[in-house]
């Protein structure tokens, strides 16, 4: 069983940073491909990135690329989610969640969440 903690979220202004950590439990992360994803009040949840295991590729939102970007460690088994030029439309309860390597489709583990708001 893998357990996900988040941090790191919390109230910034238009145009500024955070770094959103996860922290895997499972010593096997490193065979994890990871991924954030984010739910907004009222609305779906939706991809922001995601992180591949092996080779480390990533892949970004639309709304979100060139502007955060998806880190790992697999010595602190933690996965980031650095945010810069953050926007009020970014505001959302962020997931930090993992599947093991090789497979496709839905994630398996999910983290608890942690709120992002971005005041304008």
């Known amino acids: 069983q893998v357990q996900l903690v988040e941090s790191g979220g919390g109230l910034v202004q238009a145009g500024g940073s955070l770094r959103l950590s996860c922290a895997a439990s499972?010593?096997?992360?490193?065979?994890?491909?990871m991924g954030w994803f984010r739910q907004a009040p009222g609305k779906e949840r939706e991809f922001v990135a995601s992180?591949?295991?092996?080779?480390?590729?990533?892949d970004y939102a639309g709304s979100v690329k060139g502007r955060f970007t998806i880190p790992r460690d697999n010595a602190k088994n933690t996965v980031y989610l650095q945010m810069n030029g953050l926007k009020p439309e970014d505001t959302a309860v962020y997931y930090c969640?993992?599947?093991?390597?090789?497979?496709?489709?839905?994630?398996?583990?999910w983290g608890q969440g942690t709120q992002v708001t971005v005041s304008s």
């Open positions: 992180i591949n295991w092996s080779d480390f590729s990533t």
């Open positions: 499972e010593r096997i992360f490193m065979r994890y491909n």
């Open positions: 969640a993992a599947r093991p390597g090789g497979t496709s489709g839905s994630y398996n583990y």
